[in-house]
């Protein structure tokens, strides 16, 4: 339809009709219980005309029921306007990708959106319309279980990630199928919650909230998001679905975004959870002048707006707008000429797992997975040798982590053993569980059940004791162990965060257990989030950390075992020495007093370092590289003028291989205080064994910008130290003056 066509269909429709559209529906309107639940429903009785009247709907899958539910919709509807269908789909719909943690390690953009692009691929013929993704909430707390659906601490990595996801799932025109329209999330700062605490609180000042927490969202509405999903936090009290200062100021005037503001799941009522608001029709005034258009499975909107429109506390105006702009994302869609799109049963079945997806999702694993110790070079293991697998991730066919339960696949993924047994079968492996994922004794309180998963805590003592005998046995005699440990598959995302870190206890019995009695440990490391591994580390020659790497888990993690493949991951999120140290990440700030006054005056604690054990940007592979010497094109740089920076990097391992180029800059001295090390780009290279590579970045002034005080965008005259190397622990620079 054209703008005009739109204004007319907007103009024709009831008050009643207008405010459907605004209303966003939970897929247990019309399938009741046996639907995909992710948030608290309001029990809210809608009439079937007010069910008809709707304008979107999340949780419905299956192009079968997609079908008949439009089908009835567009029947029933006074204008017949088409409903969105919209779901998460935050790291694959049928193929199951590595987690978006994951992905960022990859430090490869294209890669991130591959992955977009073949997630959107199986759900648009899923009938599905609108995906909640990508989450590029900046985290710096382990605590937090939703920092697996971000990209990480840092905002210039997570804006390229947000970039390359949007780009992924919209391609270059909505209308064209193999598409889903993206959701960016969930503004703003929801990953800086206190002590990572699930809904918890932040309070950050604007200039942090600008310097370090909105860029990623801007990347990803620059990069043309359809959608985006305001947060359930507060910021400074203020809540983040009624913040106009946010949702207006910042997002529609200074952005100029004008998208689709949906909220999260009930998030215009939760602002009642707040005290902010003492019933729907205030929500309702906050979330409709802070320019919310959709409202996510609560009905403040539906309940108040009426009301407020009467008393004219809303004008029909504001309500027009918000109309228009569901309107347009529909037309985007090309659901007007299309109500059906490309939903197709048939269709659907065949793309699911396609030999594209699966290909890509194996290939995934290796490029987002992190090596972050390899004493004696033990990986990659030699097939002659005596190797026993241990662990409950041996036989754990469901590598998948958190926000998989809408998986629609038809393949079954494969577990370790299997596949090693079926790539060796005449070596001499043995394999043994060891224990289950979880004890008895996990200091696990509750689990948010609803989501699908139910999660069993092993409680047989006799039977915990004698799978660790087995395992010990097994160790006792073999040359290297492979222990496939970590958190439970299913204890990440929402309603994960955990105030201890560490793996099982269960499985750090058995990891105990087997270290005892064998020096030749190589940890395959399962996990939604930096978990304290300090001792496992200590105990370990090998770590490997795989995240959660979907359904070709098992092919991608032997590949690697083995060499056929080697990890190229890079931390995007800093691994602590205990949960102590959280929140930690690479870009602190310059606040340690000891180079003025005396080192017992230094930032940190008195019982533990104060660096990472593993920091961002760290990652080995399965060949050295060598960085020369660090030059600059210039010794000054002016506005409108460029930087060249070039370092020679040699392989001078035994393989070829690909080193992650790191550029980090540090602003010594502004009105404001800036951090240690900031990424400012990054190059992933393919080094031949002995080949020198010359690596170059360009740098601008634009690049040294940063909020002042007076929250003006700015690059100041002074000394920008570069740093080039391998992770962001790179002590060696060169400086510029900018002048
Ligand atoms: C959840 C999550 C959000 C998700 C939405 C819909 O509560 O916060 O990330 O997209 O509800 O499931």
Redesign the pocket.
């Known amino acids: 339809m054209t703008e005009k066509q739109l204004i007319e269909l907007l103009n024709d429709l009831s008050f009643e009709e207008k405010i459907g559209e605004l209303q966003q529906l939970s897929g247990r309107v019309y399938f009741g219980d046996d639907g995909i639940i ?2 608290v429903d309001s029990n809210e009785n809608l009439t079937e005309q007010e069910v008809n009247r709707s304008g979107s709907v ?1 949780n419905v899958v299956g192009p079968d029921k997609i079908l008949k539910v439009q089908k009835n919709h567009i029947k029933n509807h006074p204008h017949h306007i088409p409903m969105i269908f919209m779901l ?1 789909i935050i790291h694959g719909f049928g193929t199951s990708f590595p987690t978006p943690l994951a992905q960022s390690c990859s430090f490869d953009p294209e890669l991130v959106k591959e992955i977009a692009h073949e997630s959107a691929v199986e759900a648009c013929n899923a009938g599905l319309h609108v995906t ?1 993704s990508p ?1 590029v909430d900046i985290c710096r707390d382990a605590r937090w279980g939703r920092v697996m659906e971000g990209s990480g601490e840092d905002p210039y990595l997570s804006s390229k990630m947000a970039e390359a996801a949007v780009l992924g799932y919209q391609g270059d025109d909505l209308s064209k199928e193999g598409t889903i329209a993206a959701c960016v ?2 503004f703003a700062a929801y990953g800086m919650v206190e002590a990572g605490r699930e809904y918890g609180t932040v309070d950050t000042s604007e200039r942090f909230l600008r310097q370090y927490y909105l860029p990623s969202y801007k990347a990803a509405c620059d990069a043309g998001s359809a959608l985006l ?1 305001t947060a ?1 936090n507060a910021n400074g009290g203020v809540p983040s679905t009624g913040d106009k200062h946010l949702l207006v100021d910042i997002l529609r005037d200074e952005w100029g975004y004008n998208g689709a503001v949906i909220t ?2 009930g998030s215009i009522r939760s602002m009642y959870s707040h005290g902010v608001t003492k019933n729907a029709k205030e929500s309702a005034k906050l979330a409709m002048d802070a320019q919310v258009d959709i409202e ?1 499975c609560s009905y403040c909107y539906h309940n108040g707006l009426p009301e407020l429109v009467k008393t004219g506390e809303i004008s029909m105006e504001q309500i027009d707008r918000a109309v228009l702009r569901v309107l347009q994302l529909k037309n985007k869609l090309g659901l007007f000429e299309n109500p059906y799109r490309f939903t197709d049963a048939k269709k659907s079945l065949e793309v699911i797992n396609n030999k594209t997806a699966m290909d890509l999702a194996q290939k995934a694993v290796s490029k987002t997975s992190v090596l972050l110790k390899n004493e004696d070079k033990i990986l990659p293991l030699k097939k002659e040798e005596k190797i026993a697998f241990i662990g409950p991730y041996v036989y754990e066919n469901d590598m998948y982590g958190g926000w998989s339960i809408r998986n629609q696949r038809k393949v079954e993924p494969r577990n370790i053993e299997t596949v090693v047994k079926e790539k060796y079968p005449q070596n001499e492996f043995v394999f043994e569980q060891g224990s289950e994922l979880l004890g008895a004794d996990e200091p696990i309180l509750k689990y948010d059940r609803a989501r699908g998963s139910t999660l069993e805590f092993e409680a047989d003592a006799t039977a915990r004791k004698q799978k660790i005998e087995k395992a010990v046995k097994a160790a006792k005699t073999a040359d290297t162990v492979v222990m496939c440990i970590g958190e439970h598959t299913k204890v990440g995302g ?1 309603l994960a965060a955990k105030a201890y870190i560490d793996i099982p206890k269960i499985q750090k019995e058995l990891f105990d257990a087997v270290a005892a009695v064998n020096k030749n440990i190589v940890v395959v490391l399962f996990d939604h989030r930096p978990l304290d591994i300090t001792d496992i580390s200590k105990k370990s020659k090998a770590v490997l950390n795989v995240w959660f790497p979907g359904i070709k888990a098992a092919e991608g993690i032997v590949d690697m075992l083995f060499g056929d493949a080697a990890p190229t991951g890079r931390l995007t999120m800093s691994f602590p020495y205990t949960v102590g140290q959280c929140p930690i990440y690479y870009s602190q700030l310059p606040t340690d007093h000891s180079p003025v006054i005396e080192s017992v005056y230094a930032t940190g604690y008195i019982d533990c370092q104060l660096t990472p054990l593993y920091s961002f940007g760290e990652g080995l592979t399965y060949t050295d590289f060598e960085y020369g010497e660090l030059k600059l094109s210039k010794e000054t740089l002016s506005q409108g003028e460029t930087l060249t920076v070039s370092i020679d990097i040699k392989n001078i391992g035994e393989r070829d291989g690909v080193e992650t180029v790191q550029l980090y800059i540090r602003d010594i001295f502004a009105s404001v205080s800036r951090p240690l090390k900031e990424l400012k780009g990054f190059k992933k290279v393919e080094i031949h064994k002995g080949e020198t590579v010359t690596v170059e970045f360009t740098l601008t002034p634009e690049d040294c910008m940063f909020y002042n005080t007076q929250l003006e965008y700015v690059w100041e005259p002074g000394e920008i130290q570069v740093f080039v190397g391998p992770n962001s622990k790179i002590e060696k620079f060169k400086s510029f003056e900018l002048v």
């Open positions: 992710t948030g999340i998460d909640f989450m999330k969930h999903m359930f999260d799941y996510m929402e």
